[in-house]
């Protein structure tokens, strides 16, 4: 592996009281890897970065690079390099010196230096801009010239700390694509941290979605959105339905919970028994509305049509249900697209046992 963190911890000490910046972290992140720590603000995805560059030293735990310990070794002793969201280029250098610098620093030949540069700046796409100052610069091509001045030192893994955050949309989404083009051509290993989890899923192999100092779940991007581990997982990815029931019985493997009348929900394969209060989650686009109740083994529920909101694409309903409950439905436009159910309607909601 190229990165291991083993029960690492984190603790600072702020106006006379411990903050937990990293409450217990064990990671391991595989060479080659473009590997996502997702998660809200404060929730010790830069503080983890940090202990991993070397910036800062764990209060418990260890810090391994490439199978060797580095918990005590200095930041430029580690073969890794970190770029942040502001990308402090040298203003007064232009973009080739910019790139050159820390290879001049550690004295490599003229030579090597031309080569290095030379390569670097085509794989970022930035030939031929070499005379540019920063100011004359966009802010993608800034940010290039910044993991041009990273990779060229050759690190064996990346650091991105939310490194297209000033960034407005349009270029942060060409961005991520980029990057992603990048990483696999120079074949190191990247980690990448993000609040944004559209970013997480569009470019990582595998994500770790943070909270409050922890890991809530490791897994590829399908499996965080289709799998959701926790509530708070399901509620930070995407648009989610989270629904509360007790279960009324288990029946061929499947909790079956009651909701309303003659609404029940099938929880496949759940370790549960009757009586036990349980949360379910399940994603808006996995919902079919219809008039008639739906047969079938599938979990299904009624409501009313509260809002019906045209977004192209596909319409988003808002059902109530009978405890108050209020449910999000994607449902995509057809060509003839008659929308299926308007405000007020009392309808059905069903999905397969299994996306929820
Ligand atoms: P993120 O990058 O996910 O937004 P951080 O790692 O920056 O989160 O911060 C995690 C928590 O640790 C926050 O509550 C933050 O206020 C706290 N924290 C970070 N650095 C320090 C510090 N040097 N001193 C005290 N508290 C800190
Ligand atoms: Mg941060």
Redesign the pocket.
């Known amino acids: 592996p190229a990165i291991e963190l083993d029960g690492v911890v984190k603790e600072?000490l702020?106006h006379g009281e411990v903050?937990q910046?990293?409450r217990e972290i064990d990671l391991t992140i595989a060479e080659g890897e473009f590997f996502s720590l997702l998660?809200?603000?404060?929730?010790?995805?830069?503080?983890?970065m940090r202990m991993v560059a070397g910036f800062e030293e764990p209060t418990r735990g260890t810090v391994r690079l490439h199978g060797q310990d580095v918990t005590d070794v200095p930041p430029d002793k580690r073969d890794v390099n970190m770029v942040f969201q502001s990308y402090a280029l040298f203003p007064h250098m232009d973009v080739w010196e910019n790139v050159a610098f820390g290879l001049r620093r550690k004295k490599v030949p003229a030579a090597e230096i031309t080569r290095r540069v030379g390569e670097m700046l085509e794989i970022v796409d930035l030939t031929g801009r070499e005379k540019r100052r920063p100011r004359e610069l966009s802010g993608g091509q800034q940010q290039r010239v910044a993991l041009a001045r990273a990779l060229v030192n050759r690190p064996r893994a990346l650091l991105l700390?939310e490194p297209l955050g000033a960034l407005d949309l349009k270029l942060r989404q060409a961005m991520q694509i980029e990057l992603k083009r990048i990483q696999r051509e120079v074949g190191i290993t990247f980690v990448y941290?993000t609040?944004d989890q559209s970013e997480a899923l569009t470019m990582s192999d595998r994500i770790a979605v943070?909270n409050d100092?922890r890991v809530e779940q490791l897994a590829d991007p399908r499996e965080i959105y289709e799998r959701p581990a926790t509530a708070f997982v399901a509620g930070f990815i995407g648009t989610s339905n989270l629904l509360r029931g007790t279960v009324d019985r288990v029946e061929a493997g499947s909790a079956v919970l009651r909701l309303g009348e003659d609404g029940r929900i099938l929880v496949a394969g759940a370790p549960h028994g009757a009586g036990d209060a349980i949360a379910v989650t399940v994603r808006p686009e996995k919902i079919t509305i219809s008039t008639e109740k739906p047969a079938g083994n599938v979990s299904a529920v009624r409501g009313t049509v509260c809002e019906v909101v045209y977004l192209g694409l596909y319409n988003s309903y808002a059902v109530s249900l009978a405890d108050g409950a209020e449910v999000t439905v994607f449902q995509q436009n057809a060509l003839d697209s008659a929308s299926t159910a308007e405000r007020g309607d009392a309808v059905w909601l069903s999905w397969q046992p299994h996306h929820s």
């Open positions: 600072y702020a903050v910046a990293v998660g809200p603000s404060g929730c010790g995805k830069t503080t983890t700390d941290v609040h943070m100092g």
